[in-house]
Every structure is written in structure tokens, then in C-alpha cells.
């Protein structure tokens, strides 16, 4: 499997929990559904590739593509040590 199908892999599974999400609503009005998500994907991802990259910030933060400055925002946010 190359990247590019990882990618549909994970935009599918996005959209069905997002379709779920809405499904659940039962005729609530959605609320910041990007923060939503957002926190739900953000702090996993970060939390697995600092691991994957043994703690290293510099190197989470390449593989991320991130500036590491950002990275440590992230963190922050996420209370990640």
C-alpha cells in the first residue's frame, strides 16, 4: 500500500465518523466541529510520532513537517510532555 492510499484510507475513515457525528446530532445544531476533530486527530498523531521518533522534538517535528516552535505549541496545548 503506498501513501497516497493511506491517505484515502484515513479521509474515509474521517468521513464516516463525521458522518456519524452529524447522524447523532439527531437535529442538534453542529458546534465547532474542526476543533472537534481537530482535537480527536492532533494529540494522538503528535503523541504517536514523538514516540515513534524516541521523544526527539527535532526530529517529531521533521517528520510532521512542522517548525519545531510549533511543535512545542502544539504540546502545550495538548499537555504533552
Known sequence: ??????????????KTSLEQYFKDLDGQPPHAVYDMLM??????????VLNHAGGNQSKTADILGLNRNTLRKKMQQYNIE
Open 39 to 48: 482535537g480527536c486527530v492532533e494529540k494522538p498523531m503528535l503523541q504517536f
Open 1 to 14: 500500500m503506498d501513501n497516497s492510499e493511506k491517505q484515502c484510507e484515513l479521509a474515509i475513515s474521517v
